[in-house]
């Protein structure tokens, strides 16, 4: 037997072993063999419809993206239950909001998704047309199947960063979709928030008159001055004023919110509610997006270094005798090469303290809010105790002149003090309840995770 038929016994051997076992280069291998698969049949995947050329969209993008092996981190993000009450009016605009979303997060996590799904299968060998010009001046043609035998981990690498890239695109949907609740239900907020300063304003513009109705008479009876009627009308009409602006914030939030949600009809809010704060021990979507991006630039340089090596293959021409071979191919080594190799490791130590940062960030974050919530809670008792005791000071006084005891500017000193302290307890009730979302929606707590 010659030499060269000898070597091609070689390296037919060479290519089933690394067709039926992907030496180094897969991480787990099919457990049916290749020789009886076409070689268009390889490149069929059953989660994506190539024949159609369409890709189906999912009703939920986690988790489609949770398909196959799944991933910790996807599971996480869809295992999170909003802690919007079920049912309330913040429930209804989260779900209104959500299915008015553009999908903008949802098409590129769904992208990311087939670039890991094409990444699954690298290991295999590749087929392609061969095509030569022979010594007679003929064109000769055939398949090309060619094997990666070792790559340094290059190809398991890619397959690494293709799966991280589908969690960072994940987290990003899901910080798209808890923002945007958070956008809606700060929008939903206002419009109670102007609503009910707009009532207030207008009800003391009911007192107002009627104050002014007294005025006039006092001083049609010398009892007062025209000066005391010029303030209460300066007062009217800066209370008048203060009405129209609250309620052009209120139309301005309501036509907003209406774009935001494609004109759902939601329910008209009473009063703020509160909501439950999520549990501490829920990882904030920020730490969770710099990790999928640590794991991903840690494979990027995994693969990055695997490419400075030099790399094995195998090839053959199916259906030609003689045309196997051996190519010895990669990046050359030199006297650099340690140094490249030594920064693409740095690159992993940077990425691992970008999230031992996040993770502080969030920390303080986390703890801020939580600071500035008990606060505003207490302030907001308070608030309530300021009102009530200056209502009842402000009724005091107004008997008090109309029995001819204290003057007009007495009673409207007292009345400019509720209306300021009404105002403030307004302003804490609803800062309140956004600094809720606020923690709510860091944590990933606003949109139900399987409802992304």
Not at 98 to 117: C, F, P, W, Y
Not at 191 to 208: F, N, Q, V, W
Request: aromatic share 4%; proline share 3%.
């Amino acid at each position: 037997m010659s030499a060269r038929p000898q070597f091609g016994i070689v390296i037919g051997a060479l290519m089933a072993s690394a067709m039926g076992l992907g030496g180094c280069v897969a991480g787990s291998t099919s457990g049916r063999g290749l020789s009886s698969v076409s070689p268009v049949a390889l490149f069929k995947t059953d989660r994506f419809d190539t024949a159609s050329g369409t890709t189906p969209t999912p009703t939920h993008a986690l988790s489609a993206a949770n398909e196959g092996e799944g991933s910790p981190l996807i599971s996480d993000l869809l295992a999170r239950q909003s802690v919007l009450p079920a049912g309330s009016a913040y429930d209804r605009v989260a779900s209104a909001v959500l299915a008015t979303s553009s999908g903008v997060a949802q098409a590129e996590l769904r992208a990311s998704k087939m670039r890991a799904v094409a990444r699954e299968k690298n290991w295999l060998p590749t087929i392609g047309p061969e095509i030569s010009l022979t010594s007679l001046g003929k064109l000769a043609g055939g398949l090309l199947v060619e094997a990666a035998l070792y790559d340094n981990g290059k190809r398991k690498a890619e397959r690494a960063f293709a799966a991280a890239d589908v969690e960072v695109s994940a987290v990003a949907l899901s910080q798209d979709m808890n923002d945007r609740v958070y956008d809606g239900l700060t929008l939903y907020i206002t419009i109670s928030e102007a609503r009910e300063k707009a009532d207030m304003a207008e009800r003391g513009l009911g007192r107002m008159r009627e104050f002014n109705r007294v005025v006039t008479e006092r001083v049609k009876g010398g009892a007062s001055s025209l000066s005391d009627q010029r303030v209460v009308r300066s007062i009217i009409s800066e209370m008048e004023h203060e009405a129209r602006t609250h309620r052009e914030a209120e139309t301005s939030a309501r036509e907003e919110l209406g774009s935001f949600t494609g004109g759902a009809n939601l329910p008209v809010m009473e009063q703020v509610m509160g909501i439950a704060l999520p549990a501490s021990s829920l990882i904030p979507l920020d730490v969770l997006r710099a990790e999928a991006e640590a794991k991903r630039t840690v494979a990027e340089a995994q693969a990055e270094r695997a490419a400075m090596l030099p790399t094995l293959s195998a090839s053959t021409l199916l259906g030609q005798s003689n045309s196997s071979g051996l190519s010895y191919e990669g990046g050359g080594l030199g006297l650099g090469t340690a140094a490249e190799i030594e920064a693409s490791r740095a690159r992993e130590a940077a990425a691992q303290a970008t999230v031992t940062q996040a993770r502080e960030t969030a920390a303080r974050r986390a703890a801020r809010a939580e600071s500035k919530l008990t606060a505003l809670r207490r302030q907001e008792r308070d608030a309530a105790d300021l009102v009530q005791q200056t209502r009842a000071n402000y009724r005091i006084f107004q008997d008090q002149f109309e029995a001819g005891q204290k003057s007009v500017m007495d009673v409207l000193n007292v009345y400019e003090q509720m209306i300021r302290e009404e105002l403030k307890h307004i302003d804490l009730k609803y800062e309140i309840a956004l600094t809720e979302l606020e923690i709510a929606r860091d944590k990933g707590a606003l949109a139900e995770g399987q409802s992304i």
